[in-house]
């Protein structure tokens, strides 16, 4: 396996700039998701890497292994990589086994296909057409397709995206461990954060065709760079806040007194940092209920501070349900205090 | 592949040119040419309304409204197909001797070309997600109102695709109209060919022809717009749901069963009885010789249609650019060119080629760029129907140009390219005057036979070939009837080419 550099890479289409001055590493063994909304480029720079695609500008090197430079690109067919796209993409003429071995020398298409078929678990359905497979079956035959070649990295565009949640949660599973276990180098683009969350090492924040955080997954989750970043790793509360020259800073839940000349800013704070209780404690504040949002396995309460009616603060809570509409609580912040200047009025 | 299909043109351009400008005038402006224009525009134009009359409301019938006896109604709409339409008419003489003139040729030229518009309507009915009728219909619209605002906007392309289709059959037409005696240009050509061997004049009225041909491809295509047929999303199971119509089912079935009446019930009966009467005096060796050419000659034709296309379909498919369009331009054109142009053409040019004259190379040449549009637009389809990212994936599973090609395009593309072969050899087998005008001396197949007979009144003797001819071609036809079954884009596409 082999490590993933993209250095500046820009990639137009019908001369509008998809993917810009874009730069990413992926270490050897390594997986990595791609996170951004629909329409921000992600697919396209997936393709640039696979090769399908010639970029305007930038450089690829697979490992040191210099794979495109500018518009002078290697192509898809010599750079050994594992393309899982949409939907699978399975030839829909050739059953599981032909559809593994496509892409393999036929003096070693049995044996490959064989261990193939046991890795991905679909022993019993070797001679089935792709019509005849489930979503998720389908997925696991363009993975064991695209690993069969031995790739050098493996390219997954939203391979779980067409299939439901129960199924995508088992599957996603398997597919990260089978990756994880052979020390595939890996880059999955994905619209669900927590899909990128939960699988990968490295999480790459993408929007309008630019990288624009990338680390851990904990790390982009915790620390994210701007209010716009934090929203798409999960949900936000946004709060007004005052800081002074001490760095004292006051806000919805903590009311202190500030000295000096006071700068106007945010606070990024996640639901699950609140802190509710039916009870009083130190430091904590007294609120009402105002709406319950129900989610099974947990719930997200909206809440009115007694003491700072004008911003109202949402707290995420779990297991069983025991608050309602109405009801009196407590509240206290327990998580890092993220300062963000006021956005610049343009 | 583009300089020969323009072979034909260039030829008749060179013959026409050959000729003075008095005489030019003369030939062009004189009172029986302005009578021959009047009256082929004028029945091409009848023939258009009436055939989509006829075949978009068996189209919608058969679409929308439960009717019994399961597919008897497609196939009844559509078998026609398989019956040349100098067959339907030397019928409807034989049971009704006065059967003659424009009418006449309305009649039978309508009966002939419906069933392309049906097929064309049905098959861009099918495509249309019918979710959208159901959100029509739930925001308010009724059955009248959707068929206007959301099914005709959407196949307005391919049944504009489908009329053009038919104005281009009536144009070039030679069997029906020569039996029933209007004079369109067809009948015109041939007949100062054979008559006079005036090449000159022939090749001078045969650019006419063309003209006014590349006139209405050009007004259809400046008419049509763009093709909208939009998918609301993958995905949906589509539960087409039919109107009910209780008692009126059978007055519609009717109306299809009359149709099939006068379009196969005529000329099955006619043909049947003749041949029951004739038993004793069947000549039986040419009847199987005859067999034998038709098949051997329509093979040979389509097999190198097959070929020509191919190639002209994958750049179609896969590229834009100026030389798609050039091609693309140049396959319009030989639909302008009619079965008697072509013949004319390609008579005058091999008589120069002494070793090549009236051979069957010349006559499969023929048919191949006749029905080349078809080859071509079914190949097309068929390609356009794979997605693009099957052969990204063999990439880059390292898998490459021919061999990609070999393993992925060609299987996938096959059951289409199959469609289309059927479709030009279907045509190919009905094909009349070029196959008169090429034929190697002695060679006869069922259509000459036909019409050898017929163009006499021995209508007796022509049955059996007639028989024989509408048997063989029942059965590609009876393939293509079945958009259901088959691969209804590649063949809807290759018919309206």
Redesign the interface.
Known sequence: MTSLEVHELTVHFDGRPIVENLSIVVPSGAFAAVLGPSGCGKTTFLRSIAGLITPSSGTIRFGKQLVSISSLVLPPNKRHIGYVPQEGGLFPHLNVAENIGFGVSKNEKIDVVDEMLDLVGLKNLATRKPYQLSGGQQTRVALARALAIKPQIVLLDEPFGALDAALRNELREEVCNLLKERKTTALMVTHDREEALVSADIVALMRHGQILQYGSSRNVYSNPISPEIAVSTGDVLLLKAERDASKSIRFALSQIDLKGEIELGQLVIRPEEIIVSPEPSAASLSAIVTKVDYYGHDAVLQLLLDSWPDEEITARIAGPLGFSVGQKLWVKHAGPIRWFELPHKK | MIAIAAIPLLYLIKRGSEIDRASLTNLLFRDRTIEIYTTTILLASIVLLFSFIVGSTFAWLIYNVTLPFGSLPIILSVLPLAIPSYVLTYAWISIYPGFKGFWAAVLVLTLSTSPYVTLVAVASLRRIDFTQVEAGRSLGLSQLAVLRRVIWPQMRVSLSAGLLLVFLYVLSDFGAVSLLGVNTFTRNIYTMYRATFDRNGAAVISLALILLAIFIIALEFRLRGRRTVIKSNA?IVKTHVKIKVGWLRWPLLTLIFTYALLALGVPFWVLTTRFIQNTENIDITSLISATFSTVIASFAGAILAMALALPLGILLARRSGFIPKLAESSILLTHALPGVVIGLALVALSSKFPWIYQTLPVLAFAYALLFLAKAVGSIRASLQRI?P??N?????????GFAAFR??TL??AAPGILIGFLLVLLTAMKELPATLMLRPTGFETLATEIWAATSISKFNEAAPYALVLIIIAAIPTFILTRPDKSDSQAQSEGLIQ
């Open positions: 995905g997605a990212i099957l990204d994936v063999s990439e880059t599973l390292g898998i490459t393993r992925v299987p996938l």
